[in-house]
């Protein structure tokens, strides 16, 4: 499919004069092109001449003149420029960009560039963009006007990609029928460290491990045991963004299992937040107090369950 010509007459195209060239600071991309002998041009059978590629913002980009028009009902009475992103095929699936972009024609005569400037979103559909009507034949071949000089002229082009990256995200939502339980022992709980990790286990596709200080954590140092369930690379997750689970952690009583400890949590995991839990989940007197039932053998139960409720992952 042929691109789509702009016509360079719409409100987004800027027509003006400027003395300083195509190198100006302002610009990260310039490429100037000398034809030398232009009435040659059609005499010769050229009718389009792409240049050679040149690179802005990480693509690849050619400078197109059409000596007598591009478009056929003009006449052949302008001369018509253009740019083109170079080498379609090496860009990904879906590739689009905005820029902004100038064409240029140097006069001799006072030393500085007429130029026709605007922005356009370059696609597959439509990689290629300038302006049909970019300067009339007659001014360009009169000699007065100082854009020619013994058959010789000078056009350019800048060319400023805008760099965004589109952020986008999914939420998925789950009707919840079944839940994930799991139980950890932990043995010799009176000479243990002060923090004890579970293997990793897997629910809802996700990793998770608990963490359990048993000396507490924070402001409840010296005073409470504090358990807290841990998503286990969600500070590295580059597939989903965050998600938010149900879970219930219980600290069971060994003797009859009646005077169970458990707390629930409906809290959203994230890269910034990967651990939820509790600081004072229990007393250290009531967690250490043999009567409660706790810790039975130097040892101690906890039970976790988990169900995923959402997912919110990165579009791609």
Same mark, same amino acid.
């Given at each position: 499919?042929? @691109? !789509?010509?702009?016509?360079?007459?719409?409100?987004?195209?800027?027509?003006?004069?400027?003395?300083?060239?195509?190198?100006?600071?302002?610009? @990260? %991309?310039?490429?100037?092109?000398? =034809?030398?002998?232009?009435?040659?041009?059609?005499? #010769?059978?050229?009718?389009?001449?792409?240049?050679?590629?040149?690179?802005?913002?990480?693509?690849?980009?050619?400078?197109?003149?059409? @000596?007598?028009? !591009?478009?056929?009902?003009?006449?052949?009475?302008?001369?018509?420029?253009?740019?083109?992103? %170079?080498?379609?095929?090496?860009?990904? #699936?879906?590739?689009?960009?905005?820029?902004?972009?100038?064409?240029?024609?140097?006069?001799?005569?006072?030393?500085?560039?007429?130029?026709?400037?605007?922005?356009?979103?370059?696609?597959?559909?439509?990689?290629?963009?300038?302006?049909?009507?970019?300067?009339? $034949?007659?001014?360009?071949?009169?000699?007065?006007?100082?854009?020619?000089?013994?058959?010789?002229?000078?056009?350019? %082009?800048?060319?400023?990609?805008?760099?965004?990256?589109?952020?986008?995200?999914?939420?998925?939502?789950?009707?919840?029928?079944?839940?994930?339980?799991?139980?950890?022992?932990?043995?010799?709980?009176?000479?243990?460290? #002060?923090?004890?990790?579970?293997?990793?286990? =897997?629910?809802?596709?996700? $990793?998770? $491990?608990?963490?359990v200080d048993t000396k507490g954590y924070g402001d409840q140092e010296g005073d409470c045991v504090s358990i807290f369930l841990d998503a286990v690379g969600m500070e !590295?997750?580059?597939?989903?963004?965050?998600?938010?689970?149900?879970?219930?952690?219980?600290? $069971? #009583?060994?003797?009859?299992?009646?005077?169970?400890?458990?707390?629930?949590?409906?809290?959203?995991?994230?890269?910034?937040?990967?651990?939820?839990?509790?600081?004072?989940?229990?007393? =250290?007197?009531?967690?250490?107090?043999?009567?409660?039932?706790?810790?039975?053998?130097?040892?101690?139960?906890?039970?976790?369950?988990?169900?995923?409720? %959402?997912?919110?992952?990165?579009?791609?």
């Amino acid at each position: 499919m042929a @691109p !789509r010509p702009s016509t360079g007459v719409d409100n987004e195209v800027t027509v003006g004069t400027r003395d300083f060239s195509p190198a100006h600071f302002l610009f @990260p %991309a310039h490429f100037l092109f000398k =034809i030398e002998s232009f009435s040659l041009l059609s005499e #010769n059978g050229i009718d389009k001449y792409e240049s050679s590629e040149f690179e802005s913002g990480d693509y690849k980009w050619k400078l197109i003149i059409y @000596p007598n028009g !591009r478009n056929t009902e003009d006449g052949g009475n302008h001369v018509s420029a253009y740019l083109v992103v %170079a080498d379609i095929n090496s860009l990904p #699936n879906g590739w689009e960009f905005n820029a902004f972009f100038s064409i240029f024609l140097f006069n001799h005569e006072f030393d500085n560039f007429m130029f026709m400037k605007g922005q356009r979103r370059f696609h597959l559909i439509n990689p290629e963009w300038g302006f049909s009507n970019f300067v009339a $034949k007659e001014d360009l071949m009169d000699p007065t006007n100082g854009f020619i000089v013994d058959d010789k002229c000078v056009f350019g %082009a800048e060319v400023f990609v805008i760099k965004s990256k589109g952020i986008g995200e999914c939420l998925s939502l789950f009707k919840v029928t079944d839940s994930y339980t799991r139980e950890f022992k932990i043995s010799n709980y009176s000479v243990m460290e #002060n923090q004890w990790f579970s293997v990793e286990f =897997i629910t809802g596709e996700h $990793k998770w $491990k608990l963490c359990v200080d048993t000396k507490g954590y924070g402001d409840q140092e010296g005073d409470c045991v504090s358990i807290f369930l841990d998503a286990v690379g969600m500070e !590295r997750q580059s597939s989903y963004q965050k998600l938010k689970a149900d879970f219930t952690i219980c600290m $069971k #009583n060994q003797f009859d299992g009646a005077d169970r400890k458990h707390r629930d949590i409906n809290g959203w995991f994230s890269p910034s937040w990967p651990s939820l839990g509790w600081s004072n989940f229990i007393s =250290i007197t009531d967690m250490n107090d043999p009567k409660k039932g706790f810790v039975v053998g130097d040892s101690c139960v906890i039970e976790v369950e988990i169900s995923i409720k %959402a997912v919110v992952r990165s579009l791609p």
